[in-house]
């Protein structure tokens, strides 16, 4: 697989993955021209790992730019990309993932996937992909025959690896316990603000590999923050190496053996985050990051419901993360919202 200069690391299942790759979603314009335009530029500049999900609405658009890119001879053959894309939770069910998985399929105009992810550790009630989430649909997910129908689709084929996503170290030790084909991947937040030490260990150690989204804090979206490209230790660190805040971000991610999701349709930014992989940064430079003060930024509190398995965005991502303020805003919106 050709990564144009971006390592490409063996998955437990002994597929080879670019460690960097670019996300596809979108708050706004779903499906629109310039995605597509985004990510025809994605391919020409040199990203081979693309992130998807049912959820994002941008399958078909990002079918459509593979399909040009082909066209256009940027890539020569699918092969040459490595895709993974998500099961959404209404579809979190034995009987509808490999229904869903083929939607994916039809919506990106493949054959196959390189890497199946279960989006999010519980199951909605069946319907339509909404992000929306009604509080008394939220139920447990039944993890042994879920992750069975994930097993069948790697097994027939229809991708050549399968993962989780936003899930925490009790849960992923629920789910090796009953895997025949343990997750190759679980995908989580983590950044020089949240560095996630404890979950990766324990996935090293059970040789599942970490990918990092929101690595720069998702800044310009609603749930987003600045305390990344905000941060004085790591502009400090930037202006000191001649490089961006964001490159010295992705980097010390990389150095931690994990790999990342990073998502820009400026064709500069995209060129600037690929640029990572011919320096380090020193050991001074990752003392410096290792002692920043943490916080996690995606809280995704629309899973926790006083009616739902989920009490407590605590409870939903087992660590008490949450500050006293924090606290309590977040039993205000249960009072509201639950």
């Not at 053959?77 to 069910?93: N, P, V």
């Not at 229904?99 to 994916?104: G, K, R, T, V």
């Not at 920043?292 to 087992?318: L, Q, T």
């Amino acid at each position: 697989m050709e990564s144009s200069g971006v390592p490409v690391i063996a998955l437990s299942s002994g597929k080879g993955m670019p460690v960097l790759g670019m996300g596809t979603f979108e708050t706004v314009g779903k499906g629109s021209e310039r995605e597509r335009l985004a990510f025809l530029k994605a391919i020409e500049v040199g990203y081979r790992h693309f992130d998807t999900a049912a959820i994002y609405e941008t399958e078909e658009c990002f079918g459509e730019a593979i399909s040009e890119a082909l066209q256009n001879g940027l890539i020569k053959s699918r092969d040459e990309l490595f895709i993974t894309s998500k099961l959404w939770c209404t579809d979190a069910h034995p009987d509808r993932v490999l229904p869903a998985l083929q939607n994916s399929l039809r919506n990106l105009k493949l054959e196959y996937l390189d890497l199946y992810l279960i989006h999010f550790p519980v199951s909605l009630n069946p319907g339509e992909l909404v992000m929306d989430v009604p509080r008394n649909e939220i139920f447990l997910m039944d993890y042994r025959s879920v992750w069975a129908a994930m097993e069948e689709c790697q097994n027939l084929g229809f991708t050549k690896s399968i993962g989780v996503r936003n899930v925490s170290i009790k849960k992923l030790k629920e789910l090796m316990a009953i895997a025949n084909i343990p997750p190759v991947v679980n995908q989580v937040e983590m950044s020089p603000v949240f560095q996630q030490k404890k979950l990766r260990e324990y996935c090293k150690d059970n040789n599942v590999l970490i990918t990092a989204y929101s690595v720069l804090g998702a800044k310009g979206t609603a749930w987003g923050s600045n305390a990344v490209l905000g941060s004085e230790v790591l502009n400090q660190i930037a202006t000191a190496r001649g490089k961006s805040i964001a490159q010295v971000s992705l980097r010390w991610v990389y150095e931690q053996g994990a790999s990342l999701v990073v998502k820009s349709f400026d064709e500069d930014r995209m060129r600037e985050n690929l640029n990572i992989f011919d320096w380090e940064l020193t050991k001074e430079d990752s003392e410096k990051i290792i002692v920043i003060p943490e916080r996690k930024i995606i809280i995704e509190n629309f899973m926790v419901s006083v009616n739902g398995p989920f009490k407590s965005v605590e409870e939903f991502w087992d660590t008490p993360f949450l500050s006293p303020y924090k606290r309590r805003n977040q039993l205000k919106f249960l009072w509201y919202h639950g």
